[in-house]
């Protein structure tokens, strides 16, 4: 059965990608970060979303997979990703399609104002 966790900037499912189409999986998890692109990203950025995720799911290991635990690791990558945007390692895309700043008000450097 295809389980899934949707957040605002990180979707989890229990399945792999073949073909451009998801298959469900019992034993693959698949990360898709930021679908909508409000971010911009740096490889160094998006590979340390990767480690967390990869730490927050062998801290699940042998518990049963359920919505309830993707739902947690997925709330917890959200809060990683606000940490992220904080320190400035990964800012909002100001061409995105969507601008919410759902995660706080982007920051400005009072220098480049003129």
């Known amino acids: 059965m295809l389980i899934k966790c949707t957040t605002r900037h990180i979707r989890i499912y ?10 469900e999986s019992d034993n693959v998890l698949t990360l898709d970060i930021d679908p909508d692109n409000e971010f911009n990203w740096n490889e160094d950025a998006l590979q340390k979303m990767y480690r967390q995720f990869d730490e927050l799911v062998e801290s699940y290991s042998g518990e049963d997979l359920t919505e309830y635990n993707l739902r947690r690791i997925g709330s917890d990558l959200e809060h990683y990703m606000r940490s992220l945007l904080q ?17 706080g008000l982007p920051q400005i450097d009072p220098q480049t104002i003129k």
């Open 14 to 23: 229990t399945a792999e990608i073949k073909d451009n189409e998801l298959l």
């Open 87 to 103: 320190s400035g390692q990964i800012s909002y895309n100001l061409d995105s399609r969507v601008l919410n700043y759902s995660m």
